[in-house]
């Protein structure tokens, strides 16, 4: 069963940095493209970054500028690092493989991990 391991989230001010991680299996951590998602209330999930095996990284508009993805081979573990958060960066944020490198998640989604940002 194929497992990603989503950390770090928490509650933070708006203006405040926050990183999460994402462990899973060096199998799949060295093949595939990574992809952190989010879901807030009433919405959609939706894909926020991504990088691929190779280190290629991509970005949603809305997060261009102040989020930062990266890999740590010796660990197998994906990171965002997000500063100047915004209270609608609020949501459940959770890992996965993004098909084609940038899609919907390949996997069963984990318990994410919850960003809320708020004064």
């Known amino acids: 069963q194929v497992q990603l391991v989503e950390s770090g989230g928490g509650l933070v001010q708006p203006g405040g940095s926050l990183r999460l991680s994402c462990e899973t299996s060096r199998s799949i951590f060295s093949v595939n493209a990574i992809g952190w998602y989010r879901q807030a209330p009433g919405n959609q999930r939706e894909l926020v970054a991504a990088i691929r095996s190779g280190g290629v990284t991509r970005y949603a508009d809305f997060v261009k500028g102040r989020f930062t993805i990266s890999r740590d081979s010796a660990k197998n573990t994906v990171y965002l690092q997000m500063n100047s958060l915004k209270p609608e960066d609020t949501a459940v944020y959770y890992c996965?493989?993004?098909?084609?490198?940038w899609g919907p998640g390949l996997y069963n989604w984990g318990q994410g991990t919850q960003v809320t940002v708020s004064s």
């Open positions: 996965n493989v993004a098909d084609g490198g």
